[in-house]
């Protein structure tokens, strides 16, 4: 078996959740880039910072993926924005990544506190 | 207020993008700067500390790495219309490979297409030797476009209340008389215009009058008939009565023996038949040829 590479793994980590906690957030609702990015930082406690340089490189991937979908929405007095929202595809994957990362965090909690237990 | 968009795009050149996403993503990218320079005023920062703090908390060389790997990030512009490029050995193998992929890409349409394609091709081989067979290929005797068959148009024969018989392509049968046409009840009315037999009167008549055939023969089915060979079982065969001449008409000799004589033509004088080379193979030993 090869050996998993710590940085790897780590980068494939944070990959996943980034992908998961973008899908979530636009499970209740179109939202803008920006409310993106401050909601997470919020609900998080500030722990989760996405910055310009990789939210939106992201928002761009699940789009070409299928798993969102943006469009600029105008309203009276404000200038035009980009919305995004789920797609019925996207909430199939996102059902999915919400439940393999359960199973992950249950199975990392199970063995980091097994000698407490 | 900074100039954001002009800020990102500059750091979008590198990448090839669209003109028009390109477009979209620096108002995008502008308009997430701006709130957050707004963001950082309202926190109390002065607009000039709250513009390079929201210049430099991103990274462009990242922003450019990320974005590069997106497909939107490969974008060809189309060439213009123009004349037409010359031939190439490359544009056909890509042209090729892309069909392949495409195929490949779409089995139950590749197995559909391919179904309709051997499916068509079968039915016009199969009418394409029906044609070819009737129609198209030539008669296996010299001049076959100088022979042709001659007959009575169905509403001639019908106008003429004094025909003796209506039918029989050569001589007729003894006691064979005139054919009624379109007796029964229902049956369909026979095509005024297509061929019918003609009497045996009327074939000499022609015989005699005619200036416009090297030579004519008449034919008529005999039906079925029994051969009897001098050593072996009889068997059912189907032949045709012909006129002496008719190997004349055709130009055509038999491999052995003898063609009909007008001898042959006397009533009486005995049965003389011409038959097929396969038939003389298979009863080579029982069949008796004329010398």
Same mark, same amino acid.
């Given at each position: 078996?090869?050996?998993?590479?710590?940085?790897?793994?780590?980068? !494939?980590?944070?990959?996943?959740?980034?992908?998961?906690?973008?899908?979530?957030?636009?499970?209740?609702?179109?939202?803008?880039?920006?409310?993106?990015?401050?909601?997470?930082?919020?609900?998080?406690?500030?722990?989760?910072?996405?910055?310009?340089?990789?939210?939106?490189?992201?928002?761009?991937?699940? !789009?070409?993926?299928?798993?969102?979908?943006?469009?600029?929405? !105008?309203?009276?007095? !404000?200038?035009?924005?980009?919305?995004?929202?789920?797609?019925?595809?996207?909430?199939?994957?996102?059902?999915?990544?919400?439940?393999?990362?359960?199973?992950?965090?249950?199975?990392?909690?199970?063995?980091?506190?097994?000698?407490?237990? | 207020?900074?100039?954001? @968009? #002009?800020?990102?795009?500059?750091?979008?050149?590198?990448?090839?993008?669209?003109?028009?996403?390109?477009?979209?993503?620096?108002?995008?990218?502008?308009?997430?700067?701006?709130?957050?320079?707004?963001?950082?005023?309202? =926190?109390?920062?002065?607009?000039?500390?709250?513009?390079?703090?929201?210049?430099?908390?991103?990274?462009?060389?990242?922003?450019? #790495?990320?974005?590069?790997?997106?497909?939107?990030?490969?974008?060809?512009?189309?060439?213009?219309?123009?004349?037409?490029?010359?031939?190439?050995?490359? #544009? *056909?193998?890509?042209?090729?490979?892309?069909?392949?992929?495409?195929?490949?890409?779409?089995?139950?349409?590749?197995?559909?297409?391919?179904? *309709?394609?051997?499916?068509?091709?079968?039915?016009?081989?199969?009418?394409?030797?029906?044609?070819?067979? $009737?129609?198209?290929?030539?008669?296996?005797?010299?001049?076959?476009?100088?022979? $042709?068959? *001659?007959?009575?148009?169905?509403?001639?024969?019908?106008?003429?209340?004094?025909?003796?018989?209506?039918?029989?392509?050569?001589?007729?049968?003894?006691?064979?008389?005139?054919?009624?046409?379109?007796?029964?009840?229902?049956? @369909?009315?026979?095509?005024?215009?297509?061929?019918? =037999?003609?009497?045996?009167?009327?074939?000499?008549?022609?015989?005699?009058?005619?200036?416009?055939?090297?030579?004519?023969?008449?034919? =008529?089915?005999?039906?079925?008939?029994?051969?009897?060979?001098?050593?072996?079982?009889?068997?059912?065969?189907?032949?045709?009565?012909?006129?002496?001449?008719?190997?004349?008409?055709?130009?055509?000799?038999?491999?052995?023996?003898?063609?009909?004589?007008?001898? =042959?033509?006397?009533?009486?004088?005995?049965?003389?038949? $011409? *038959?097929?080379?396969?038939?003389?193979?298979?009863?080579?030993?029982?069949?008796?040829?004329?010398?």
């Amino acid at each position: 078996m090869a050996d998993i590479k710590l940085p790897a793994l780590d980068r !494939e980590l944070k990959k996943g959740a980034a992908e998961l906690l973008l899908l979530s957030v636009l499970e209740a609702r179109p939202r803008h880039g920006y409310e993106l990015g401050k909601l997470i930082e919020t609900q998080s406690g500030g722990r989760l910072v996405f910055h310009l340089d990789s939210l939106y490189p992201l928002l761009y991937r699940l !789009e070409e993926r299928g798993w969102i979908k943006g469009a600029w929405v !105008e309203k009276a007095g !404000e200038r035009r924005r980009r919305f995004y929202r789920l797609t019925p595809t996207g909430q199939r994957v996102l059902l999915r990544q919400r439940q393999s990362w359960d199973e992950f965090v249950e199975a990392v909690r199970l063995v980091t506190r097994g000698e407490h237990a | 207020m900074p100039d954001w @968009k #002009s800020h990102i795009r500059s750091r979008l050149q590198s990448l090839r993008l669209s003109p028009a996403r390109e477009a979209e993503i620096a108002e995008e990218l502008a308009q997430h700067l701006e709130d957050r320079w707004h963001e950082l005023m309202a =926190n109390g920062a002065t607009p000039a500390d709250a513009a390079e703090t929201a210049r430099t908390e991103f990274d462009d060389g990242r922003l450019q #790495s990320l974005l590069g790997h997106l497909r939107q990030a490969h974008w060809h512009e189309l060439p213009p219309p123009g004349p037409s490029r010359a031939f190439s050995l490359d #544009s *056909v193998l890509i042209d090729l490979r892309h069909a392949i992929r495409a195929l490949r890409a779409t089995p139950s349409f590749t197995i559909g297409a391919l179904l *309709v394609l051997a499916l068509g091709t079968g039915a016009t081989t199969a009418i394409f030797s029906v044609v070819d067979a $009737v129609a198209l290929r030539p008669l296996t005797f010299p001049d076959p476009d100088r022979i $042709v068959a *001659v007959g009575m148009r169905a509403d001639a024969v019908s106008m003429r209340a004094d025909a003796p018989a209506a039918g029989g392509g050569g001589p007729q049968r003894p006691g064979s008389g005139p054919r009624p046409m379109g007796a029964m009840l229902g049956a @369909k009315p026979p095509d005024p215009y297509a061929l019918t =037999n003609v009497t045996t009167q009327d074939y000499l008549d022609w015989v005699d009058r005619q200036h416009v055939f090297e030579s004519m023969a008449a034919i =008529n089915d005999m039906g079925d008939a029994v051969l009897q060979p001098a050593a072996g079982e009889p068997e059912l065969v189907r032949g045709q009565r012909v006129a002496a001449s008719f190997f004349d008409v055709l130009r055509a000799r038999p491999m052995l023996g003898a063609v009909f004589t007008p001898q =042959n033509e006397i009533a009486g004088s005995g049965h003389v038949a $011409v *038959v097929s080379h396969g038939r003389l193979a298979t009863h080579e030993a029982g069949l008796r040829t004329t010398p």
